[in-house]
């Protein structure tokens, strides 16, 4: 059976059905998965401007925003769109994720077979790229639209730039640069991109042979100028959101120790693509071992692809690729608390894919085993994948998995228990939030969260020892104030309830909550 379908795969329509196909299998059970906690609200669920659709209020706002530290207009406007065809109903949210990944599985296939003339090869990354793992929490998550959507303007921008060196002309430059600039107003992972365009220039165009390499630079002067004033951009609106982590937070050292380890990490992941998780924390300690064992890796590879350079060139570019594309997400600037994420492997893992595709001569690669591993490693990826995106159904399950897989975060855990929360699961949510704590004794959020879950379940006392051991840890949190005086309040300790309330409003003195407890008591006439 397998053979014979093997051997019928010999056209591009054939490799395009099958790459729909395989996306599809993967993929399709998301349109009955809800939106997860992570960053849905704030894209879709709680954000009024992208609930209202396609306006031109939406639109002056989706321009003007930096929320969440990036500019990316051209991401909320499919938001927006969607809302405005599915309302939110995240099924229709989700099947436009698949959609995308279907045009960009294809495009990345005929992108490649147009660059390279191989339709096998060509299929394989295209292949991997579309049931790899690693790819399934940019598809089924959301709020990862921009990873989507930059690709497919990425892959575009590409496709020009080949016409651009086969029939140069100002015409074809200048598609090339309105691609690449609507790219980069989906997702900022684009500034590598004319990095890459002189990758391809060595291998698979071939363009090196003719064209001294000076002249190729000078020919990208104002794709590097583009990326460069997006960088800026991009650097000051997460500057702003204070995403940005400081030298004083995560010293320089340890900064490169997370970098060389992720990327071995990373490697990791797209040969073994197993315990994959939503979240990975940075590593707050590296190890002399480690950073050692990362950095003769990462050496050892980059010295074969330059010395085999002449003998397989698919080798430098995959590997350059991979270590390039990666260079803006891989924590030298570093921005949140993880350490990696999947996310970040949408577009730098075509690098190894290529090397993958391409390392075989062409005879061998032609003969019916070499394509019956190829089969072979695409159904395992394809099984693999099937499973990862069952944990992406709802936010609990994705976060009980991740927290199995991920044991030391105390993030995850936290998350969890607010998770566990939210619906009504009490005493698995006071678990999760132990374990936070277990792992992070200074979580004042997770003391906060587990005081009101033993408010909800009326054990007044276990809830104000709670928010006492929040406020002990963090004075500075009107939450914690809030939730003892309401906890003081329900036992009829009304006066050292409103104490609490005006501590939480010298605090914050917009907060609506404490000044509604305040005033109920006032309004009692138990205080003056």
């Known amino acids: 059976m397998s053979r014979h379908l093997i051997n019928k795969i010999d056209s591009t329509d054939t490799v395009v059905l099958l790459l729909a196909a395989a996306v599809m299998i993967v993929f399709l059970p998301v349109y009955g998965f809800e939106f997860v906690s992570f960053d849905d609200a704030i894209h879709i669920t709680n954000n009024p401007h992208v609930q209202n659709g396609l306006t031109v209020d939406g639109i002056k706002w989706a321009f003007t925003t930096t929320i969440e530290g990036n500019w990316v207009p051209l991401m909320w406007i499919t938001h927006m769109i969607d809302a405005a065809i599915y309302g939110v109903n995240p099924g229709g949210h989700h099947m436009s994720n698949l959609i995308l990944h279907i045009i960009n599985s294809i495009v990345l296939f005929l992108l490649f077979k147009e660059m390279t003339g191989e339709l096998w090869r060509s299929a394989l990354v295209a292949a991997l790229f579309a049931v790899h793992p690693a790819h399934v929490e940019s598809v089924a998550w959301v709020s990862e639209r921009k990873d989507l959507i930059s690709a497919l303007f990425w892959f575009i921008t590409m496709s020009f730039y080949v016409k651009y060196t086969r029939q140069p002309s100002r015409k074809s430059y200048a598609y090339v640069i309105i691609f690449f600039i609507l790219g980069l107003m989906s997702k900022p992972m684009l500034v590598t991109l004319p990095f890459v365009l002189l990758l391809i220039d060595s291998w698979p165009l071939g363009r090196l042979k003719q064209t001294p390499l000076s002249k190729l630079i000078i020919e990208k002067i104002p794709m590097f100028i583009i990326s460069g004033v997006f960088s800026v951009i991009t650097y000051y609106a997460q500057k702003n959101y204070k995403a940005v982590i400081s030298l004083a937070e995560l010293p320089y050292s340890l900064r490169m120790g997370n970098v060389l380890t992720a990327y071995v990490k990373y490697l990791k992941n797209a040969v073994i693509p ?177 005081g009101t879950v033993y408010m909800r379940i009326h054990q007044f006392d276990k809830a104000a020892e709670n928010f006492n051991s929040a406020i002990a840890i963090k004075p500075d949190i009107p939450e914690a104030y809030n939730g003892l005086g309401e906890a003081m309040m329900t036992v009829g300790n009304h006066k050292a309830a409103a104490e609490m309330f005006q501590k939480a409003l010298l605090i914050n003195p917009n907060y609506k909550r404490a000044h509604s407890n305040l005033n109920m008591i006032i309004e009692r006439g138990i205080i003056k």
């Open 274 to 450: 197993t315990g994959l998780s939503v979240f990975y924390p940075r590593m707050e300690a590296v190890e002399a071992w480690q950073w050692i064992g990362a950095v003769v890796i990462l050496l050892a590879v980059t010295i074969c692809a330059v010395l085999v350079v002449k003998r397989s060139p698919y080798i430098l570019t995959g590997w350059f690729w991979f270590l390039g594309t990666m260079v803006p997400v891989i924590g030298l600037v570093q921005v949140g608390a993880q350490g990696m994420a999947d996310r970040y492997t949408y577009i730098p893992f075509i690098g190894l894919f290529i090397m993958a595709a391409y390392a075989l001569p062409t005879k061998i690669s032609q003969r019916l085993p070499v394509k019956i591993i190829s089969f072979a490693i695409i159904c395992t990826c394809t099984a693999l994948s099937v499973k990862q995106v069952r944990y992406w159904q709802n936010s609990t399950s994705l976060l009980t998995h991740a927290s199995q897989t991920i044991k030391t975060s105390a993030l995850l855990f936290y998350n969890l228990g607010t998770v566990l929360a939210e619906t009504g699961k009490y005493d698995q949510s006071l678990k999760a939030f132990d374990k936070a704590i277990a792992i992070d004794p200074k979580n004042a959020d997770a003391y906060i969260n587990k």
